[in-house]
C-alpha cells in the first residue's frame, strides 16, 4: 500500500513539479460465496482486498479532468462540460463523472495520475476499484456529501450505461463500503450489509488462474436473461422471490437450461445464508463446504467456470489446510478463492502454483488477502 503511495507522489511530482494535495483509493474485491446472485436481488458476501486503485490529484480551476496512467503509460484528458462517449480506460472516469451529474451533483475539474495493484480482468473487481477512486477523487474537489451506498449506485450506472457492461451492484458496493477485517454479507434488494469474520486461524487466498474474461462477453447477459425468464415463469420480480420448495413444486415446467440456471441461484442464497451462519459460528470446516458446493453449482449448473478455474480449484482443494476452494467473480476467467488455515497459507499457496503451473503451463498468481476499508482519502 504504501508502496502505490510513493509511486503516485513521485509520478505527480515528476509531472505537475509539486506534491499531490490529495491522493484517495478505493479497493478490488473477493467475493467468499454467493455468485451470479446480486442481479436476481440475492445475496452476495464479498470483501474488499488489500488491492487498489490509486489516484493523486490536485483541483483545477476549470472544467477540465487531466489524468496520467501510470500503468498504460498515457494521458487522457476530458471536459466536465461535454462528456462524449468513447474508448479507454478514461471511460470509467468519464462515466462517473456523468452519472455524479446526472444525480445532481456539482463537480470541479482536477487533474493527477493513477496506478493500481488490482489485476484487469481477472475477478477482482478492478473497474468497481477505479470507478470508486474517481468518485472519491471527485468529492474532494467538489462540495457533495459521501455516501458510500450512492456512490456505488452511480458507480453501477457508470458500468451499466456509460461503460456498456450490464453487471450487478456488488462490486462497486463492497469497494464502497467495505470494512477492515470483516467480509460483507449484502442484501442485494435493501442494500442492508452485515459485517462477517472468517473463522479464527483462517485465511483467504486469492488464485488468479491467468485466464481472463469480459463483461461485454455475451455469457454475462445471456445467464441474466436466463435468470430473468426463470423469475417471470414464477411470477415474481427476481429469483430472489423464490424459495426451494416453490422452486421444487415448479421446476419441470422449465426448460432444462433454465431449470439449471435457477437452481443455480435459489440453491447458492441458501448456501449464502448458511455461509453467513457457519462464520457467525466460527465453523470452517462448514463454510470450506459451502464454498466447495458453490463452485460445483457454478459448473455444473450455472456454467460459468472455465477448465483453468475447475484445475485450480481442484489442486486446491487437494491441499493439506484447505477448507474449501471455488471460483469468485463473473467466471469464464479470472480468479479462484480458497479458505485456508492460517499457518498453512504459504505452502498451500506455493504447492498450488507448483502443481496449477505443472498441469496447465500457465503461471499463476496467489495473494493470501486482508479485508480492508472501503474507498477512502489517504492523504
Ligand atoms: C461480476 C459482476 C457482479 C456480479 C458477479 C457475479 O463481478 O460485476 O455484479 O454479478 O459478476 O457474482
Known sequence: MSNLKHIIETKFTEKFSEMPSVIVRAPGRVNLIGEHTDYNDGFVMPMAIDRSMWIGLRPRNDQKVKIYSIDFDVWAEFSLDALEKDTGFQEYLKGMAWALQEAGHQLGGWEGVMTGDVPRGSGLSSSAALELATARAFYEVSSFDWNPKEMALLGQKCENQWVGANTGIMDQLISATGQKGYALKIDCRSLD????????????????????????????NERRAQCEEAARHFGVKALRDVSREQFNAHKHELSDLVMRRARHVISEDVRTHKAAEAMRAGDAALLGQLMNGSHDSLRDDFEVTNDALNTMVDIARKQSGCYGARMTGGGFGGCAVALVESDAAESFAKAVSHDYFKATGLEPQLYVCEATEGASTVS
Open 193 to 220: 450489509l452485515e459485517p462477517v469474520t472468517l473463522p479464527q486461524g483462517t485465511a483467504i487466498v486469492v488464485m488468479d488462474t491467468m485466464t481472463r474474461h469480459a463483461h461485454t462477453d455475451s455469457g454475462y
